[in-house]
């Protein structure tokens, strides 16, 4: 397989979870087929804005927002806006890639990935698409039977999708700083000593229930021998006054540290003993790679509740727990932390079952099905 010379255009957007696997399998392919030529296309004011450049990758942009699936006026007046803008963001997937010329489009995810896979199709290119999630969402299902190539996170997917060609299980890609990361020196740096690290997070954001939950249980539990270390996201700020409020100060208790966001995750996952997160597809490819010990907390506010079905396929593999969001409270999540810390061996089957779900060649799979689909190969269904 040979990927010098072939033209790949990347479609990803909205979020990290969606744009970091894409430049990760494109950095992977850059780095052994230099001369590659590889185009992403995203939307002009998400993140992929800032991180595509940043990665030295042609970036081209297509305005494309998604449907509001809740029922207002605000829903309508939006859902109403995006339709109408529908038309335009065809005209404009058609028109890159008429200029492109690609042998391959890669639709990683996103809203922009729907015009550009379904005009490259229209326009005969061969398509290859990546389902994050253990339940497909609505565009690649839609694009599935008219794909050479379908590349999946979890296999469980191919449940849910119709296709022409077997889907390839290729994992996530996840970022080479976790997958280098030491435990031992990044305990170290984060002067641990021998205490437990609970790790919590609920996104960039930040998810009311859980900012709720881990309050309460550091509360209650904050004079125990661990530290607590909890992202509260750009909306959980107010978790610092409730804590100040029941007596814990912030500025004096070496066992609680509050942040908005975890910068440094390579560091803090690998040196987290139990880590508190949603199901997102990208955090879970962490959690595998590291093989760590989780509790996790669904979003139920997601499109088909592909969150739960994520967790679920960790937790029917004995490689992680879960608490429903609508189950959640502070004492119970204490407890549930608290007995994963008591038994040791419960903690070493979950972090090893973990481990074995992860994937870590995965950026190498992507590149050899778009190199197979690029050359018009067949692809056979991987397993790790």
């Known amino acids: 397989m040979d990927l010098n010379g072939k033209r790949i255009l990347f479609a990803a957007g909205g979020t990290g979870g969606h ?8 950095g992977y392919i850059r780095e052994h087929w230099p001369e590659a030529e590889i185009l992403f296309v995203g939307t002009p004011d998400k993140i ?52 492109f010329r690609p042998d391959v489009v890669v639709g990683m995810g996103g809203y922009v990935t729907g015009p550009v896979l379904r005009k490259a199709v229209r326009m005969g290119i061969p398509v290859a698409i990546h389902e994050q999630n253990a339940y497909p969402g609505v565009a690649n299902k839609a694009v599935a039977p008219k794909a050479g190539a379908i590349m999946l996170t979890v296999e469980k997917a191919a449940e849910h999708m119709k296709f022409k060609t077997p889907p390839v299980l290729t994992g996530l890609p996840v970022r080479m700083d976790l997958l280098t990361a030491d435990r031992e020196k990044s305990r170290e740096e984060l002067g641990l000593g021998d205490r437990p690290l609970i790790l919590s997070m609920g996104g960039s954001l930040g998810a009311r229930a859980i900012n709720a939950a881990v309050a309460e249980m550091i509360v209650l539990k904050h004079e125990s021998n661990c ?11 107010w978790v610092k006054d409730v804590l100040r409020e029941k007596g814990i100060n912030l500025s004096n208790e070496s066992n609680v540290i509050i942040r908005e966001y975890i910068d440094d995750m ?32 669904p979003s139920p506010n997601v499109a088909e509740n592909h969150q739960f079905h994520n967790a679920m396929a960790l937790v029917s593999k004995g490689a992680a727990l879960m608490i429903e969001e609508k189950d959640l409270t502070g004492k119970i999540l204490s407890e549930k932390v608290f007995a994963l810390l008591e038994d040791k061996a419960l903690s070493k ?30 692809n056979n269904f991987l397993r790790s």
């Not at 530290?227 to 700020?237: D, E, I, P, R």
């Not at 089957?349 to 190969?377: K, V």
Request: glycine residues 8%.
């Open 19 to 26: 744009v970091n696997p894409a430049l990760a399998a494109a």
């Open 48 to 99: 992929e804005a800032r991180l595509v450049p940043a990665a030295g990758f042609a970036f081209k942009t297509i305005k494309i927002d998604g449907f509001l699936r809740k029922l207002s006026l605000r829903s309508i007046r939006r859902n109403l806006s995006v339709l109408s803008a529908l038309p335009a963001s065809y005209i404009k997937a058609g028109q890159i890639l008429k200029d």
């Open 227 to 237: 530290v607590f270390m909890h992202a509260t996201g750009s909306k959980g700020l």
């Open 266 to 297: 390579a560091r803090c996952m690998s040196a987290a003993d139990v880590v508190i997160s949603r199901a997102g597809a990208g955090t879970l490819s962490e959690i595998q790679a590291l093989g760590k010990v989780s509790i996790l907390i």
């Open 349 to 378: 089957s979950i972090g090893e079952n973990a481990a074995r779900l992860s994937i870590p060649d995965s950026a190498a799979r992507i590149a050899e099905c778009i190199g197979r689909l690029a050359s018009g190969q067949k």
